[in-house]
């Protein structure tokens, strides 16, 4: 019955290595939570066009380059996800939210101190371990 949704999730790494988190508009699915920005992949899309589009609807970057970070899938009581999350290794533009969402640069090893959804627990431990540095 429940179908998957496939969400295509962008990991963007900055110049100093820091990285790109924005906050959830409350109204949304895990509204007021820490995300790294992406949406749904729409019928017809690859993952690597869903990210693109998403990230230049979201916070305004063109994506330049990109690697695999990992999939998570992860069942919510209302919904289960595919996280296909990638880093974003080379960009251009200026990241602002223009959904009005808070955007803030962390460092990988302060990513613990915000309230992500629960899924992203997984994601966050993947970027610990990674050697992926930009
Ligand atoms: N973008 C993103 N979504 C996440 C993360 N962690 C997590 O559980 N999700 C969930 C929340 C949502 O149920 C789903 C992504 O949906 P979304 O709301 O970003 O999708 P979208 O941008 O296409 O938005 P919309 O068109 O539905 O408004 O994945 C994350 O780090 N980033
Ligand atoms: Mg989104």
């Not at 992860?74 to 960009?91: G, I, S």
């Not at 640069?105 to 959804?117: C, G, I, N, T």
Request: proline share 4%; aromatic share 6%; net charge negative.
């Amino acid at each position: 019955m429940s179908k998957v949704i496939h969400v295509a999730v962008g990991v963007i790494l900055g110049r100093d290595g820091r990285i790109l988190i924005a906050r959830r508009p409350d109204h949304l699915h895990m509204g007021g939570r820490w995300e790294f920005p992406g949406g749904k992949v729409e019928a017809g899309e690859s993952v690597q066009e869903a990210l693109t589009r998403e990230l230049r609807e979201e916070i305004a970057i063109d994506v330049e380059a990109i690697q695999p970070l990992t999939e998570i899938r992860h069942e919510y009581p209302e919904k289960t996800v595919l996280l296909d999350t990638w880093w974003v290794t080379a960009f251009s533009g200026e990241p602002r939210g223009l959904e009005g969402q808070e955007t803030r640069w962390v460092a990988r090893d302060e990513l613990d101190h915000y309230q992500f959804p629960d899924a992203n627990q997984a994601i966050i431990e993947a970027i610990q371990h990674s050697k992926v540095t930009g």
